[in-house]
């Protein structure tokens, strides 16, 4: 098991910045694929992005969010540019092993507590 504590959250205006981090203990941290999920209220947890040996997006943040990874601070971050209302959500960090499916809730087998990210128009 890997335990994963996310930060960063917050409020902020349309078109602008936020970076989310994730910081992982419990397991060798390069041999992980890290994603970030995404939830609104009555909806199911949405892919937005991961890494492992490269990195993929969702077609709603691509070019807008860049997720990357620092191996020795065994954390993953998640830069989101030009931000929108509809990026508002609760934004989860999950961990899986490196080969694999990526874009689905079922691929992950730890996840963070998540934390809350409010874009205002």
């Known amino acids: 098991q890997v335990q994963l504590v996310e930060s960063g959250g917050g409020l902020v205006q349309a078109g602008g910045s936020l970076r989310l981090s994730c910081a992982a203990s419990?397991?060798?941290?390069?041999?992980?694929?890290m994603g970030w999920f995404r939830q609104t209220p009555g909806k199911e947890r949405e892919f937005v992005a991961f890494i492992g040996w490269n990195a993929y997006y969702a077609d709603s943040v691509k070019g807008r969010f860049t997720i990357s990874r620092d191996n020795g601070k065994r954390t993953v971050y998640l830069q989101m540019n030009s931000m929108k209302p509809e990026d508002t959500a609760v934004y989860y960090c999950?961990?899986?092993?490196?080969?694999?499916?990526?874009?689905?809730?079922?691929?992950?087998?730890?996840w963070g507590q998540g934390t809350q990210v409010t874009v205002s128009s």
């Open positions: 999950a961990a899986k092993g490196l080969g694999g499916g990526y874009g689905a809730e079922q691929f992950y087998d730890s």
């Open positions: 419990g397991r060798t941290f390069s041999s992980l694929g």
